[in-house]
């Protein structure tokens, strides 16, 4: 089988742990700059944390450390309550609706995006060769040239909503809000265009969500 020559599996695992981990040390390097008083943006750091932690969930459950995805899970939503208590935070506005753009926000919906497409052709980096064709592994390097799969030739089918998408950034960076939500929630205080305050990073968590999963079966009914 092909993936048995062309994917090393140790070697993308160990990328896949070792970028869930510089994601997460750099939202903990962000935290930390933020409290420092001599820095310029604390509130830039502090939101560039959240992004980092985000994707430190992402590619922490690629990498199935579920330890580790509830870890950075725990330090976002510290990292959101300090950005909601010392700058605020409000919903983004566009063509007359609301959208979520937060990180914090949109990371509890484990949801991502996959390409369905047909390859017609696949080059390896590091000799250009077809892959069908050529000795290298992907993940190994090559006299300091990493091997990764280059696709030269697409017909992209269709792009799909998943579970868990073949590359962990591959994810939903703004969800539109329903105006009968808003309506519901602040009641006839809300006109359309007003600013509206986001306050989830300042109550108990709802958990993830993971749209996909399918619930327990159930044991069927017994006839007597």
């Known amino acids: 089988m092909m993936c048995l020559k062309h994917c090393a599996c140790g070697a993308v695992t160990d990328h896949v742990l070792e970028t869930a981990r510089e994601r997460l040390e750099q939202g903990r390097a962000a935290v930390r700059q933020a409290s420092d008083a001599s820095v310029d943006d604390p509130e830039g750091e502090l939101r ?10 992402d590619w ?28 605020g935070c409000w919903l983004d506005q566009e063509n007359g609706g609301y959208l979520i753009t937060c990180p914090a926000d949109l990371a509890h919906t484990r949801i991502g995006l996959s390409i369905n497409a047909v390859s017609h052709r696949i080059e390896c980096t590091v000799c250009d060769q077809e892959i069908s064709t050529c000795p290298h592994v992907k993940g190994r390097e090559y006299d300091g040239v990493t091997c990764y799969h280059r696709i030269m030739d697409l017909d992209v089918r269709s792009v799909d909503f998943v579970a868990r998408p073949a590359h962990p950034d ?10 009968a939500d808003l309506v519901g929630t602040l009641g006839s205080e809300f006109e359309a265009g007003m600013a509206v305050s986001c306050d989830q990073c300042l109550m108990e968590c709802r958990g993830i969500r993971r749209p996909f999963d399918r619930p327990p079966a159930q044991p069927p009914n017994c006839v007597r």
Not at 62 to 85: I, K, L
Not at 170 to 179: E, F, L
Request: glycine residues 8%; hydrophobic residues 45%.
């Open 170 to 179: 591959a994810r939903v960076i703004k969800q539109s809000v329903d105006i």
């Open 48 to 57: 560039s944390a959240l992004v980092a932690f985000r994707g430190a969930m």
């Open 60 to 87: 922490l459950e690629a990498a199935g450390d579920d330890a580790g995805f509830e870890t950075a899970h725990d330090e976002m939503h510290e990292a959101g309550r300090q950005v909601r208590t010392r700058f």
